[in-house]
């Protein structure tokens, strides 16, 4: 299994500019999330999915969109690129929406806006 | 509405000298609680969860945790660090709406 994965690893963009970070995993896991890590900010929960075709809002969703058409894939989308939008971006799953299954994330995704 | 606290922004300890990593909670019932460590590059990996019953809890990689209900704490422990525990490490603790909440992250740096 590869578990989480995310591309880019790193993406530079201009102000204004959409653009799309991918996510998959290949645990078969329903529950899927979208968090942007800013320094002495922790993770803060951007949105999240329980399962195909289900998708919510987090802490801090302004800017962002998502979808969830397969189990397998939660990309985020940055419609119009912010400098506030700078920073690590971090997907994760888990095997169900209770808390006793662990959560996997993947490697991150560092944007910056210029 | 549910917090969590961890107050030391950095930390330096001594290769072999023991560790206690900070964390503080907000939630009214009986918190879920996770620690998870970050190196350097990479994503979040868990190292130990607290639900329910001892309150001792025994992780990956010779660390431990301790809930103390009392004190809203949750401090993560290890008797003696080796330079690869050098990372960043997250509390947190699972929300009523179903959702995790970190804390702010305390960065340890080991001295050889």
């Known amino acids: 299994n590869a578990g989480v994965t995310q591309t880019p690893k790193f993406q530079v963009l201009k102000t204004g500019q959409s653009m799309t970070l991918q996510c998959a995993q290949d645990m078969n896991h329903e529950y899927m999330s979208w968090y942007r890590q800013d320094p002495g900010m922790g993770l803060r929960l951007i949105h999240y999915s329980v399962g195909a075709g289900i998708t919510d809002q987090g802490e801090v969703p302004n800017g962002y969109n998502v979808s969830r058409s397969t189990t397998e894939d939660f990309p985020l989308r940055l419609l119009s690129a912010a400098p506030s939008q700078t920073s690590v971006y971090f997907c994760?799953?888990?095997?169900?929406?209770?808390?006793?299954?662990?959560?996997?994330f993947g490697p991150g995704t560092r944007l910056t806006v210029t | 509405a549910q917090s969590v606290t961890q107050p030391d922004i950095h930390i330096t300890v001594s290769e072999g000298a023991s560790l206690e990593l900070r964390c503080n909670y907000s939630y009214g019932a009986t918190p879920y609680l996770f620690w998870y460590v970050q190196s350097p590059g990479q994503g979040l990996q868990l190292l130990l969860k607290y639900f329910s019953g001892d309150t001792l809890v025994q992780g990956i990689k010779g660390f431990e945790a301790e809930f103390k209900r009392s004190q809203s704490s949750f401090n993560l422990r290890k008797p003696s660090v080796h330079w690869s525990d050098a990372a960043e490490y997250f509390c947190?603790?699972?929300?009523?709406?179903?959702?995790?909440?970190f804390g702010q992250g305390t960065t340890l740096q080991v001295k050889p």
């Open positions: 947190a603790v699972a929300s009523n709406t179903g959702k995790l909440i």
């Open positions: 994760a799953s888990r095997g169900g929406t209770g808390f006793s299954h662990e959560q996997y």
